[in-house]
């Protein structure tokens, strides 16, 4: 038997980024006398990509937009594979949501000259409608959030780590989350009648990536070994411009935002010529799966950059106003040696967000009994493909919506219940694998994963690569498993944590290779090249993966089209 701490606690956040955040604010509001926890794998307000959020956050406020067009364009840009009700859910709350960020909780958004909220373009989108602070929009809405927190003493477990969901006794109800606390190294089992998932996501198992290094797809890696079903895996997007600084940095992959495309930033290829014309009426502009999939093709067949890579420029512009509007940007640019408004920046597309993820209702609700779910660990919102803009309001949007039901459901229905030991002593004895077995080279699995990922199911598939990757990650994943780390000092004890991490990383990628081999056709961010026709849309099926008995397996599930079918609009003609 191994040895762990229990504590208790009413309501466990799992996660601290705009999802978490906000769930547990509104938990909070409404259900002020229930305990609620924040557990993070880094320190409150400092980690996950909320904080990153750069370019800012879409929502229909000005004269001439409506809810109905962005409804539109994140179900067109899906290419229909959204739930729409989510997606609704999605364009209507995000115009409370950004009044409650203003309003209740300070934050500042940029405003025009008559007072307004200044809304900037982002492509893919049919009017400009992107709510922002500058370009550093993400640490106005984190910071603001994160004080909430500390100013109304809710509990934290900062530097603790989720390894398992562990189920009731019964198999019913979910009675709480085995972590570790990641200073000391300690097992902790946090008993509790209610669990929000929002562990971010985050395709950092690719060679470029751009969210933060402490999200390695735990959330959904726990979700998959939980039984639970996701959808939608395949969907992973790729952001055109990533920077592009040597193999040897890691602001390498970093994201350039949408906002400067938007702007009117043009790409060139290694020659200096631009290129986006030849693929897309709305060129630079056009969505980021198209503007990445022409980006992909160009470095394949044209002329490339020293590093391989494309160049964004925006020296055509006004130099002194690209300074001004896109600092943040300019100054990231020039730490790596590139002038960014007055010369031109080399970039490669970069993996940015995962649109699959684990299957929920608009109240937050899974199929687990007091599992609720928001945020990037979520499937089908987004369809096929995300906005730029829609992340942020998706991941507040629903952070709060499921704090709202938590609060509501737990002092109803919520119970602490007794877990299942034996989940909790097989979580203890994986994550311990490593630990009894002599020191070995993680670096070779992690590049081996980032190699696999974005050489064979990356930004063009087909069903070789698919499968070739498939081969090889069983192989790398029993390579991991005969790898040990020294286990003499947990504290802090970061190459521990990292075999951890890829063990989930190898498991959400195999879900991804399996649900990119079912989807025989090409659609949003999924291109296969074996299939590269768009099925027809009024069949469209999005793909559930489940995980049972060592086995991934997909299905195809027809999507409802509950307010607009394909080929119709909800706009006024
Ligand atoms: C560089 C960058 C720029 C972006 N710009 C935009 C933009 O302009 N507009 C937009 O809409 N979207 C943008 N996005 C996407 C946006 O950041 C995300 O969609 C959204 O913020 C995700 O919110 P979240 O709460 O689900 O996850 P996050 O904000 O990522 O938070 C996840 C949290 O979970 C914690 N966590 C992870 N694993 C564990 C674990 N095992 N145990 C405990 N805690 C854990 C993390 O530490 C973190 O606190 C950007 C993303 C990046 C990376």
Request: contains cysteine; glycine residues 14%.
């Amino acid at each position: 038997m191994n040895d762990f701490e229990t504590i208790e606690t009413d309501v466990l956040i799992l996660g601290a980024g705009g999802a978490g955040l906000f769930a547990a604010l509104h938990v909070n509001e409404v259900a002020p006398d229930l305990s609620v926890t924040v557990a993070v794998k880094g320190l409150l307000g400092k980690c996950g990509c909320t904080r990153m959020v750069q370019g800012g956050y879409n929502v229909a406020l000005a004269p001439g937009d409506s809810v109905e067009r962005h409804f539109m364009d994140t179900v067109e840009g899906g290419k229909w594979l959204n739930d729409q009700d989510l997606a609704w859910t999605l364009v209507t709350v995000a115009q409370e949501r950004v009044r409650e960020l203003e309003n209740e909780l300070g934050c500042f958004f940029d405003r025009n000259e008559d007072g307004t909220v200044h809304q900037k373009a982002f492509a893919g989108q049919t009017f400009d409608r992107t709510v922002h602070k500058g370009d550093l929009t993400g640490i106005e809405i984190v910071g603001r959030l994160a004080e909430q927190v500390w100013a109304r003493g809710l509990n934290r477990l900062e530097d603790h780590r989720a390894v398992e969901m562990i189920p009731s006794m019964d198999g019913q109800s979910i009675s709480g989350v085995l972590m570790i606390d990641m200073r000391i190294g300690d097992f902790v089992f946090v008993k509790t009648r209610a669990v929000l998932l929002a562990t971010g996501g985050g395709p950092t198992m690719y060679r470029y990536h751009t969210p933060s290094g402490d999200k390695t797809v735990d959330g959904m890696a726990m979700a998959l070994r939980a039984g639970l079903a996701l959808r939608d895996m395949e969907m992973v997007q790729f952001h055109p411009t990533g920077l592009l600084a040597g193999a040897e940095t890691r602001m390498t992959g970093t994201v350039l935002e949408e906002g400067l495309r938007g702007y009117g930033a043009y790409l060139l290829d290694g020659d200096g010529e631009r290129f986006m014309d030849k693929y897309d009426d709305r060129g630079e502009r056009a969505t980021r799966d198209i503007v990445s999939r022409a980006m992909f093709e160009e470095m394949r067949t044209g002329s490339i950059g020293p590093l391989g890579g494309l160049y964004l420029s925006m020296a055509h512009l006004d130099e002194g106003e690209v300074r001004r509007l896109f600092k943040g940007m300019a100054q990231r640019c020039a730490d790596c040696g590139f002038d960014l408004a007055g010369d031109k920046v080399e970039v490669v597309p970069t993996a940015h967000y995962m649109m699959g993820g684990v299957e929920f209702g608009a109240d937050g609700g899974t199929e687990w009994n007091g599992l609720f779910t928001a945020g990037e660990d979520t499937g089908g919102v987004h369809g096929a493909n995300r906005l730029g803009g829609n992340g942020v309001a998706n991941s507040t949007v629903f952070g709060g919506i499921a704090g709202d039901t938590i609060g509501r459901w737990t002092p109803q229905q919520g119970a602490f219940h007794d877990p299942d030991e034996a989940t909790i002593e097989a979580a203890i004895g994986l994550c311990r694998t490593p630990l009894s077995k002599p020191p070995g080279d993680l670096e070779t699995i992690r590049t081996g994963l980032a190699d696999i990922m974005w050489d064979d199911v990356g930004i063009v598939r087909d069903a070789v690569s698919l499968e070739r990757a498939l081969g090889n990650l069983t192989a790398l994943e029993a390579d991991l498993d005969g790898i040990g780390v020294d286990g003499g000092n947990l504290t802090y004890n970061l190459t521990w944590h990292d075999w951890i991490n890829l063990k989930n990383m190898i498991l959400v990628s195999r879900a991804i290779t399996v649900a990119a081999l079912a989807r025989n056709d090409s659609r949003g961010a999924h291109y296969r090249s074996d299939f590269p026709e768009t099925r027809n849309l009024e069949s469209s099926t999005f793909t559930r993966v489940r995980y049972k008995d060592g086995a991934i397996t997909t299905e195809a599930h027809p999507v409802h089209f509950t307010r607009v079918k394909p080929g119709e609009t909800l706009l006024e003609e």
